[in-house]
Each structure stands twice: as structure tokens, then as C-alpha cells.
């Protein structure tokens, strides 16, 4: 059974347009999470559970935000952490 039947069979497909979308189908097929991409078609995603929901919502956001806002999530992480350290 593909990809693309299998995302229309279980659970929920979501649909990602953009130019984005191949970086973002290539790490999603490096994680096995099943979805598909087409040439001049969104990106399908098959999300049967919520750690696929989170994984797919962390590759997306890598890929479609800007590295700066980014590198302010991660300084704010650190942050988080260093201030739980001292707690």
C-alpha cells in the first residue's frame, strides 16, 4: 500500500503548500512518517497520533521559519533552562 492511500485509510492527512515542501517531505520520510508529494501537489501528511503531530509541526516550523526567529526560540530555551538550574 503507498503513502497516499494509506493517508486517506487512518487518522488525519494534513496538506502543506509552499516551496518548502520537498526539505519538509525529505525529513519527514528520514522520521517514517508516511505522507506524500507530488510534483505541482501539496505535501500530504498522514498524523495518527500527536508525537507525529509534533514532529511534523518541529520539521515544518525548521523549514518555513526565518533562522533568526529561530536562534531568539532557542536563546529563549536556554534561558528557560538556565533559570530552572538555578530554582
Request: charged share 20%; with cysteine; aromatic share 8%.
Amino acid at each position: 500500500m503507498d503513502s497516499k492511500n494509506q493517508a486517506s485509510k487512518i487518522g488525519t492527512a494534513i496538506e502543506i503548500n509552499g516551496q518548502n515542501r520537498w526539505a519538509i517531505y525529505r525529513r519527514l520520510q528520514e522520521l517514517d512518517i508516511p505522507c506524500d508529494c507530488g510534483a505541482y501537489q501539496p505535501l500530504t501528511v498522514q498524523v495518527d497520533n500527536p508525537e507525529i503531530a509534533i514532529q511534523v509541526w518541529s520539521v515544518s516550523r525548521r523549514a518555513m521559519q526565518p533562522r533568526l526567529q529561530l536562534i531568539l526560540a532557542l536563546e529563549r530555551c536556554w534561558q528557560l533552562y538556565s533559570y530552572r538550574s538555578k530554582g
